[in-house]
């Protein structure tokens, strides 16, 4: 009994007896239409496709739920393919739509069973939109919404960044969304998400199969095509705010942390390969697992795989022949010895040498950041993290954000690299993220962040704030200095804080404090933070004399701020405490974030 009315739920796999035929003629007549048009074919050919699942290539998976006059109350007509291993729901028929209640919920679950029996991938379906954009009429709307609020509370939602709802005609003007649900294995530990190519063939046999009448070969390629992000972005939820359990072995009441206030961590996977052996080279790949030991058990934070992102945002902040150099690198012998820029020829850059080593010296700025086979996968790949972070903030599905990568990124200028940098992660996610909005950039490494400066220089919608140790005495050396404030009409939007002298704590407090008043007044959609963890007490590369505590502070003082944030690593090379001050500047920055959400 639910809801006072009896039903029952079975699936049809024939119409051989008469009472599954006469179920499979209802269904036939109560099949809507509203699918792009091709239901009458669609709909006649239900038997068939029950009867012959080879020639199809899906093979049609029917529950029908009737009262107990066996009168139908509702269907879920399913396709499975196993050689792709997914499932398309096609229709879902019911009087009412209420999440685990009713028809429409019982045959859901039904449905999300089967799938999972078969070991889909996961469940796609064509949902009409519930934006003004694409559906103008308001009553359907309405309806669409039910429909996607309905599919959502059990984690079903469209997918986002794709020309799928690309109208196909004049007349189509309410194109379907396409809805994914991964049947709830969003929330296991590393989970993959729907990965990029198995989408496209997804999509690919969707559209081929079902509508081959109706969609043109380029219609389809356009669309399969635009499949870019991987895994695949799914719309952040719009009705209702999951929760997330907490994790397994956590004493006393189970507490529930909700998702959106959880630090979404993307970890650099491949930077291994760019190990500089020689002594006293202190950026190296412990300095990634001493923080991440420290906070992985952490509630506070949600790993998120990493997403593989085009060159386009990094040829929008980096000149193409800082690229060449960098790529180059790859053809030497791999147990060649890195190679160290040694001559500078920079007063005849119309007159490019041919060595490799000394043409190097164009695009650097110091003796000690070698070029090596290894250095281009691990800067692009820290790239991709830094921009799956900021895609995770602009998408609103997190608020805060920390790619957890190396190498560093804050010295490479658009055609420079230097200071163990090599591509600008931080810049990266800004210039990802100023396409949104207004950005702050604050830059809190113990040197000065000469990349972003540069590469923002002459612009009013990126502001850039960097606090460090003074350029007359500390690197970067030529850049950082007080009187830079930017240029044309970004006059005015670059701040340096340089400490003349070594900050404690209070002393750091005091100029951070400034520092962010400056972006509170900017007032920006998105803040980059900067964190080079080289201001601790003892840092070999520094000598301000901060301690987990203050760390802590000042994660409190910038998450005050509220504003979505994306925390990107840079320095920071005393391992024996990089991890626990890790860990107090995110504990600060969550505490300070929330506390400010919930005053508002
Ligand atoms: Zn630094």
Redesign the pocket.
Known sequence: MVGGTMFRIRRVHDTVTERNARVVSRVQEMLPNRIRGIQSAFVAGIVDQLHNPVEHLFRTILFVAEDEKNNLSGFALLSHDSNLKFCLLDYLVASSLVPGRGVGGALYQRVREEATKLRAIGIFMECLPDDQAICADASLRDQNRKRLRFYERYGARPIDGTRYETPLGPDDDCPPLLVFDDLSREGENGAPGLKRNAARRIVRAILTRKYAELCPPQFVDMVVDSFGDDPVRIRPPRYHSGTVPAASGSEGAVQQIRREDRVALVVIDSHEIHHIRERGYVESPVRISAILRKIELSRAFLRVPIRHYSDEIIRRIHDPALLAILRESLKMAPDQDPVYPYVFPIHHADRPPADYTVRAGYYCIDTFTPLHPNVWPAARRAVDCALTAAGLVAHGESRLSYALVRP?G??AERKVFG?FCYLNSSAAAAEYLSDGGHVAILDV???HGNGQQEIFYNRNDVLTVSIHGHPHFQ?PYFAGFEDETGEGKGEGYNLNLPATKSLDGEGYRRVLKRALKRVYDFDPDFLVVAL?L?TARGDP??NFLLRADDFRENGVLVGALGIPTVVVQ???YDTRVLGANARAFFDGLSGGFLARSRAR
């Open positions: 560093p804050h010295h200071g490494d113990f040197h690197y080079g080289d590369t520094g840079e320095g920071g």
